[in-house]
């Protein structure tokens, strides 16, 4: 089965902290993808990647990087966190363009 | 652009009885369909998926949907719910592939609740 952790599942931040989430898939996946999901607005994407070192903006970009060094290992960087970035974090992955893709199990993250 | 709407926040059915869980798509080209489940405190999970081929498909624990192409439908159906269905569902789409095209989107969720 494929396996996709992320580092934390409950994470309590400040305001203007930098804030690291980490993602990690153990079956060799091409793409890797990072939602936020809000309650009534479902899922939106923030970035996907498509290959190590290659990135692409989502939906809602704004406010958040990411970096993907190694294949199985794709992080999401709060550059300077805010409360409105209190959210649930899902991190996915999948093999091709036409594959469904697989969840971790989340990072509930508030702002303070 | 592409867009998924999914009619319903909540749905409410007698354990047993038949269940549907509507979604509507609006894609350039042939659709990619999905419909995955969100159990409390949980990620996505996989239920099915539409790419080509035969109309209904069917997929984990007694779940199938069917592809209206006239309608823009993609509803998610059971024949006898359980209460352990209870949980929220999401149907996504994607378009035609293609550079850059790797992006799901994602309906709001529909919060099925399954009473005994």
């Known amino acids: 089965d494929v396996k996709v952790t992320q580092s934390s599942r409950y994470l309590v931040k400040r305001t203007g902290e930098k804030v690291f989430l980490e993602c990690v898939q153990d079956?060799?996946?091409?793409?890797m993808f990072w939602y936020r999901q809000d309650p009534g607005l479902g899922l939106r994407l923030i970035y996907f990647?498509?290959?190590?070192?290659?990135?692409e903006k989502g939906d809602i970009p704004e406010g958040y990087s990411v970096s993907r060094e190694k294949k199985e290992r794709f992080s999401l960087i709060l550059e300077s966190a805010s409360t409105n970035q209190t959210s649930m974090y899902l991190c996915?992955?999948?093999?091709?363009?036409?594959?469904?893709?697989?969840f971790g199990p989340g990072t509930r993250l508030t702002v303070l | 652009a592409q867009s998924v709407a999914q009619p319903e926040d909540q749905v409410n059915v007698a354990e047993g009885n038949p269940l549907t869980v509507k979604c509507t798509y609006s894609?350039?080209?042939?659709?990619?369909l999905f419909w995955y489940v969100q159990y409390p405190n949980r990620g996505l999970q996989f239920l099915l998926k539409?790419?080509?081929?035969?109309?209904l498909v069917k997929g984990s624990y007694g779940f199938e949907a069917e592809f209206n192409k006239s309608q823009t439908s993609f509803h998610l159906k059971k024949p006898s719910a359980l209460v352990s269905d209870s949980a929220l569902y999401f149907c996504?789409?994607?378009?035609?592939?293609?550079?850059?095209?790797?992006?799901?989107?994602f309906g709001k969720g529909t919060k099925l609740s399954v009473i005994p």
């Open positions: 079956m060799d996946h091409e793409n």
């Open positions: 996915a992955s999948s093999l091709g363009n036409l594959v469904e893709q697989f």
């Open positions: 539409y790419i080509t081929g035969d109309n």
């Open positions: 996504a789409v994607r378009g035609l592939p293609g550079a850059g095209s790797y992006q799901l989107t």
């Open positions: 894609v350039s080209g042939n659709p990619y």
């Open positions: 990647s498509y290959d190590v070192k290659m990135k």
